[in-house]
C-alpha cells in the first residue's frame, strides 16, 4: 500500500476515497479538511478563543492539535470524571500531548475539585453518565466549546 501523493509507504487507507496516504499527507489532508469545514460552515471567526474538550483519546487531542496549527488559539479543557484508572490515565495522555506541545491545558477534577464523581453522580440521577456536557457549556461560555469525539462516545 503507497501513499496516493507520493509513494511512499502508507499508514491508513481511507475507504471512503479510496486512496491511502502516508503520515505526512494524511495529516495535510486532515488539517485542509478542517480548514475547508470551517471556513464553509462559517463556523470560527479569527481570534475566536477555542475550548476543545480533549479526553485524552486520539479525536480530541488531534482536534485542537490540529486548530492549533490552523493558527487558532485553541486551549484544552481535561475534565477528570472519576472512571477509576481510565480517568487517570487519560489525563496522563492529554497533559502530556499538551506539554509536548507547548499548549495550555486547563484540568478539572470533579470529585476533588466539586465534590462529586460521574458514576455516582449518574446513578443517583438516573441518568446518563456523559449528558454532563450541557454543564461544560454553561461554564465556558466565552469559549467556543469544540469535542472531538465520535458521535456514539456522547450522548445528548
Do not use: W
Not at 489525563?91 to 466539586?114: C, G, I, N, S
Not at 461544560?136 to 450522548?155: A, C, D, Y
Request: glycine share 8%; net charge neutral.
Amino acid at each position: 500500500m503507497k501513499c496516493r501523493v507520493c509513494r511512499e509507504p502508507a499508514i491508513i487507507d481511507i475507504r471512503r476515497h479510496n486512496p491511502s496516504f502516508c503520515s505526512g499527507h494524511f495529516r495535510k489532508l486532515c488539517r485542509d479538511q478542517t480548514a475547508k469545514a470551517i471556513a464553509q460552515f462559517d463556523m470560527l471567526q479569527p481570534g475566536d478563543r477555542l475550548l476543545v474538550a480533549v479526553s485524552g483519546g486520539k479525536n480530541s487531542l488531534a482536534v485542537g492539535d490540529i486548530l492549533n496549527e490552523l493558527g487558532y488559539d485553541a486551549e484544552g479543557c481535561y475534565v477528570g470524571l472519576g472512571i477509576g484508572d481510565y480517568s487517570d490515565v487519560s489525563a496522563e495522555y492529554a497533559v502530556r500531548f499538551a506539554r509536548e506541545r507547548d499548549l495550555t491545558l486547563v484540568t478539572q477534577d470533579l470529585l476533588t475539585e466539586h465534590g462529586f464523581d460521574l458514576p455516582h453522580e449518574s446513578r443517583a440521577a438516573k441518568r446518563a453518565p456523559f449528558s454532563f456536557c450541557a454543564l461544560i457549556e454553561r461554564v465556558t461560555r466565552p469559549f467556543s466549546l469544540t469535542i472531538g469525539s465520535k458521535p456514539q462516545e456522547v450522548t445528548p
